[in-house]
């Protein structure tokens, strides 16, 4: 199993070139097989999660043609709608979005209940609830949600909670349903007005993606496009606070810096200075930290997949901070393994209360989950003398070459497979 190995102190200082969207690219690689065409799709980012899909998505029956580490071309004229093997599926949890583009598709799916990062309890409920309403009969069948439709009928869906996985399936389901179909309280994340202006360039027609009311209205075909995701925005906001913990100076390049305005803002509130260029943000951290209060919201709202690294900015903050977790109700679980760097925090029920502390002290630790994990690389990076972490996988899960990314910013981190390794690491850097 592979670990890494950091030698904390140094401020990262530089530019760093960030990726496309995960997040995106796994909902546009399911809806490249809603055509019998091919489908070309640049700016994909080369992670565990991405290859994962494609391999499902292959075991199913499309062609893929990986033109080059970013690029790829998927062809669905020979997709089954019924999966051979279940248990890829059972790996990624991305592999639900099958279900929405099989059937729109086909107007039948079977997809294996998902897997993914250990979170929380991640239900199904408003996914089914959407599809139903279009007219499917659903079922939950040994261990697979199946759905199938005679006809697919566009609706009026409300969805009780915001969800972006729900928005999205049921967007790919209803593009190819007959007539019109409305998704209100929809998810407004970047991701989801990427996959439907990636749906629109094969010919789909949906409105108000980005809003809180998504309209659309059924076609009978879509075809080939040719489409570049946009840049992960939590990439793009881990980097940004990765400058923030190591009191650093980072240009973070290739972004949009709309969509990083909750980071930005918090990042302001801590006493950084943030500086917006076209398609490119500016941290650079010089003086001490100060505390400040986070809720994690859905999109416009600060990212709950920012809030692991935002606590490790806040851990070495001045004075008592808090951040509220109100989409996972199990994301806390990261800090046990922060407290062994030194960090003073308390989870109360959905509640972090963070008592900042001077510096971090290197440690051996566990990524229990992919942001959870990007986290802790940061403390390690910020904190004095030398971290292990272990369970690395679930960070390479999401984030392409982060050891490259950062070393090119001065950071002393290797990727390592022994403890061999890690001793002659420790006798490098000492
Ligand atoms: C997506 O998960 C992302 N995953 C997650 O990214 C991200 O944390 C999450 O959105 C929130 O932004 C992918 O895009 C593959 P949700 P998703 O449906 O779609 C509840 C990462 O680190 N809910 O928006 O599964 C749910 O329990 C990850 O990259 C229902 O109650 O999240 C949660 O409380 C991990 N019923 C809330 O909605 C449902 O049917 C939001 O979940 C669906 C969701």
Redesign the pocket.
């Known amino acids: 199993m592979e670990q890494y190995v950091i030698k904390g102190g140094n401020p990262l200082v530089g530019e760093v070139e960030i990726g496309g969207a ?2 995106a690219a ?1 909902a546009i690689l399911a809806a490249a097989i809603m055509t019998d065409e091919t489908v070309t799709i640049e700016n994909l980012p080369n992670v565990r999660d991405i290859n994962a899909l494609l391999e499902v998505m292959e075991e199913i029956g499309a062609r893929i043609d990986r033109v080059d580490a970013h690029t790829v071309k998927v062809n669905g004229s020979y997709v089954k709608e019924v999966p051979v093997d279940h248990d890829s599926m059972k790996k990624i ?2 592999s639900y979005y099958l279900l929405g583009a099989l059937l729109g598709k086909y107007k039948r799916a079977e997809v294996i209940l998902p897997g ?2 250990n ?9 089914i609830k959407g599809f139903r309403a279009l007219g499917a009969h659903v079922e939950i069948r040994n261990g697979a949600v199946a759905a199938e439709a005679e006809h697919l009928k566009g609706n009026h869906i409300y969805l009780d ?6 928005t999205i399936n049921i967007m790919m389901a209803a593009a190819m349903a007959e007539g019109k179909t409305t998704i209100e309280n929809a ?1 407004k ?1 970047p ?1 989801v007005v990427d996959v439907a202006n990636f749906l629109n360039s094969m010919g789909a027609n949906i409105r108000g993606a980005g809003t809180d009311v998504i309209r659309i209205v059924g076609v009978k075909r879509l075809h080939k496009t040719e489409y570049s995701i946009i840049p992960d925005q ?1 990439e793009a906001g881990t980097f940004m606070f990765a400058a923030a913990a190591t009191k650093g100076d980072v240009t973070v390049k290739n972004v949009i810096p709309k969509h990083l305005e909750a980071t930005t803002a918090k990042l302001l509130e801590v006493g950084c200075e943030v500086e917006e260029l076209d398609d490119a943000v500016r941290v650079v951290a010089s003086k001490p930290l100060k505390n400040t209060q986070v809720t994690t919201l ?1 999109y416009p709202g600060f ?3 920012m809030q692991p690294q935002m606590t490790v900015v806040l851990g070495t903050a001045c004075g008592t901070s808090t951040v509220t977790e109100s ?2 109700e199990n994301r806390f679980k990261y800090v046990d393994e922060l407290t062994r760097m030194g960090a003073s925090v308390k989870v109360e029920s959905s509640i972090a209360i963070i008592t900042g502390v001077d510096h971090y002290t290197g440690a051996r630790v566990s990524a229990l989950d ?2 959870a994990g990007a986290a802790l690389v940061i403390a390690g990076m910020a904190a004095e003398g030398v971290t292990v972490i272990d369970d690395i996988h679930y960070i390479q899960r ?1 984030y392409e070459n982060f050891e490259g990314k950062l070393r090119g910013l001065g950071a002393q981190i290797e990727r390592v497979e022994t403890e061999k390794e890690i001793r002659k690491f420790r006798f490098k850097v000492s």
């Open positions: 995960k997040n796994l949890r991305a993914g990062c979170i929380g309890s991640r239900p199904m409920d408003l996914h909670k915001v969800s972006v996985g729900a998810a994340e991701h939590i859905p990212p709950t997949d989409i996972f992919l942001r999401g």
